[in-house]
């Protein structure tokens, strides 16, 4: 994963830049890739088996909850 951390801050989540599953940890200024947990399959709240990141909320959130 390409994600440069220079200029970021260190206390906040940033959304991975291809999977939305996924979101970006700056730490020292090193990238960390985070998976959101798996969630129960359902077409519309979780269609892949996991959550998806937030970036507004900044957390992992069901797809339809997802801005």
């Known amino acids: 994963m390409a994600f440069d951390c220079t200029g970021l801050r260190e206390d906040q989540?940033?959304?991975?830049?291809?999977?939305?599953?996924?979101y970006v940890q700056c730490r020292g200024g090193t990238a960390f890739e985070v998976q959101?947990?798996?969630?129960?399959?359902?077409a519309v709240s979780c269609p892949d088996g996991?959550?998806?990141?937030?970036?507004?909320?900044?957390k992992c959130l069901f797809d339809n909850e997802v801005e």
């Not at 989540?13 to 996924?22: A, E, G, L, S, V």
């Not at 996991?50 to 900044?58: G, H, P, R, V």
């Open 13 to 22: 989540n940033y959304p991975h830049p291809t999977d939305p599953h996924k």
């Open 50 to 58: 996991f959550l998806s990141f937030d970036q507004i909320t900044n």
């Open 36 to 42: 959101c947990p798996k969630c129960n399959f359902d």
